[in-house]
Every structure is written in structure tokens, then in C-alpha cells.
């Protein structure tokens, strides 16, 4: 499995856009990037997954570059609920087997 | 549609106890798998089970073992506990034809060993 490098800790304000970026330069071909909201004592959520170019959905946005090597959540107009720890993880989709690796996560904290 | 469910919430255990932690999937979903989560750090993927069957193990010791039940819940099972158990499990699960990589966390059950 890929592993991933991203920054431990963010800040940023109410309304501005953020954008969290992961290195994974040894993902493979089948590998799918995958990112994670965890609040203090509360289990990981599902954000967002893709493979190539842009996936959005109602949460965020997930850019993938054409070599693969990285990848960058944003996350639009952020609010003070969106302060959290974001993963990103990397592998394969097809696996028979969903072991998700978790690494440290990037902490995000959101100003008032 | 029922999330993930685990129970109890909280535990204090004293070393060398046993312990079983449980879990129900969320409706529809036949995958359970196990994380362990240390204070400060990412969750740890423990094992997984699939129609009754583990489908998966991490790098934790024979010590830690689980169940799954033909309506998908699941049981998580540690033996000899030390006091490095002590930490944040949780369970998640998934749905078939979504993909491994979309599962469902429960809130976790928060273990304490003295």
C-alpha cells in the first residue's frame, strides 16, 4: 500500500477556501485516493474518493493530478464544524480486502 | 437507515482482564472491520470479516480475535489485556459494490486498562 505524506497541522478562517494537499508518489495503478473527517471521539467519515482528474461532491473537492503523485482536498467556505483531523489514504479499490492505512492526518483548525 | 453501533461506550479494564467490545453494521452493509486507535494518532487496522469469515488481520497479536454473526454484527475480543490496549476501537462497516475503501465508522468504544 501507498503511503502518504501530508502536513500535520492547518489554519485557516471562516468563508476562505482550503485546500489540503497529500503526496503519494509510489501509488499504483489500481490504487484509488480516499479521504477521511474525523472529529475528537467520533469515528473517521467517508468524504470523498477518486482516481484521476476532479471528483466534487456536496462536501468538497478532490483534484488529482495526470501523474497521480498527489492530491488536493478542498474544502469550500469552511466553518468553525469543519475543524477536524483529514486523512488521506491511498489503495487498491478492487482489494478483497478493505484495509484502510491511516496515517497521521493533517489537523485543521478553523478561526472565527 | 441505522448507522454503526458499539457498545459500551466506555470501559475500564484492569491488566491481564479479558474484553468483548460490539458492534452492529449499518443496515444493508456485510463487511465489519476493526480499528485501533491510540490517542494522538491515526486508527490501526486490526482485522476484517466477511460472511462470517475473518477476511484480513493487521499486525496485532493473536490475542485480539473477533466474531462475526449471520446478521453482520460483530464482536472484538481481547485477551490478557495491557496496559498499551488502552485506546479508541472502532468498527466500520461496508456495503458490497461500493468499494472497500467507503466504509461507515461507529462512534468507537473507549477502552481503559489500569
Known amino acids: 500500500l501507498a503511503k502518504t505524506t501530508q502536513p500535520i497541522s492547518m489554519d485557516s478562517y471562516e468563508g476562505q477556501e482550503v485546500n489540503i494537499t497529500c503526496s503519494h508518489n509510489?501509488?499504483?495503478?489500481?490504487?484509488?485516493i480516499t479521504w477521511y473527517q474525523q472529529f475528537p471521539s467520533q469515528g473517521p467519515r467517508f468524504i470523498i474518493q477518486g482516481y484521476k482528474t476532479k471528483v466534487t461532491n456536496e462536501v468538497a473537492s478532490l483534484f488529482i493530478p495526470a501523474d497521480r503523485k498527489s492530491s488536493t482536498l478542498s474544502l469550500p467556505r469552511v466553518s468553525l464544524s469543519d475543524t477536524a483531523v483529514y486523512y488521506c489514504l491511498v489503495g487498491d479499490g478492487s482489494s478483497n480486502t478493505g484495509k484502510l492505512i491511516f496515517g497521521q492526518g493533517t489537523t485543521l483548525q478553523v478561526k472565527p | 437507515e441505522t448507522g454503526v453501533t458499539q457498545s459500551p461506550t466506555h470501559l475500564i479494564k484492569t491488566r491481564g482482564q479479558q474484553v468483548t467490545l460490539r458492534c452492529s453494521s449499518q443496515s444493508g452493509h456485510n463487511t465489519v472491520s476493526w480499528y485501533q486507535q491510540a490517542l494522538g494518532q491515526g486508527p490501526q487496522f486490526i482485522f476484517q470479516y466477511y460472511r462470517e469469515e475473518e477476511n484480513g488481520r493487521g499486525n496485532f497479536p493473536p490475542r485480539f480475535s473477533g466474531l462475526q454473526f449471520p446478521n453482520y454484527s460483530s464482536e472484538l475480543n481481547v485477551n490478557a489485556l495491557e496496559l498499551d490496549d488502552s485506546a479508541l476501537y472502532l468498527c466500520?462497516?461496508?456495503?458490497?459494490?461500493?468499494?472497500?475503501?467507503?466504509?461507515?465508522f461507529g462512534p468507537g468504544t473507549r477502552l481503559t486498562v489500569t
Open positions: 466500520a462497516s461496508s456495503r458490497p459494490g461500493t468499494g472497500l475503501y467507503e466504509q461507515y
Open positions: 509510489n501509488i499504483a495503478t489500481n490504487d484509488y
